[in-house]
């Protein structure tokens, strides 16, 4: 059974900085990309940015590009999503998701995302 629990949320000024972590137990996290989303009330849940197997490529939604940045640590089965200059549309809850597929392409597509955790909290006031 695989299980991600996420991290790291809390409440931040804008401009401020969060890390978020994700744990990943029960599968061979080394061998998947892995993803984080969010959702913010009333939205449809949105792609934020997603990382390969070997943390050696990423891909990232335009609308954090450059603010946030995604990586991992193998040894540790984590995933983690540094996010600086904080803006109050960031707040939404964060998720983290493992691929379907142990392919080399990145996905923006939850459909292509199986397992999630059970998210964290982002609030940024202005």
């Known amino acids: 059974q695989v299980q991600l629990v996420e991290s790291g949320g809390g409440l931040v000024q804008a401009g401020g900085s969060l890390r978020l972590s994700c744990v990943v137990s029960g599968g061979t996290f080394s061998n998947y990309p892995m993803g984080w989303f969010r959702q913010a009330p009333a939205k449809e849940r949105e792609f934020v940015a997603a990382i390969t197997k070997g943390g050696t490529r990423t891909l990232y939604a335009d609308s954090v590009k450059g603010r946030f940045t995604i990586s991992r640590d193998n040894v540790k089965n984590t995933v983690y999503l540094q996010m600086d200059s904080l803006k109050p549309n960031d707040t939404a809850v964060y998720y983290c998701?493992?691929?379907?597929?142990?392919?080399?392409?990145?996905?923006?597509?939850?459909?292509?995302?199986?397992?999630w955790g059970q998210g964290t909290q982002v609030t940024v006031s202005s």
């Open positions: 998701a493992v691929q379907r597929f142990a392919s080399l392409r990145l996905y923006d597509d939850r459909n292509e995302y199986l397992h």
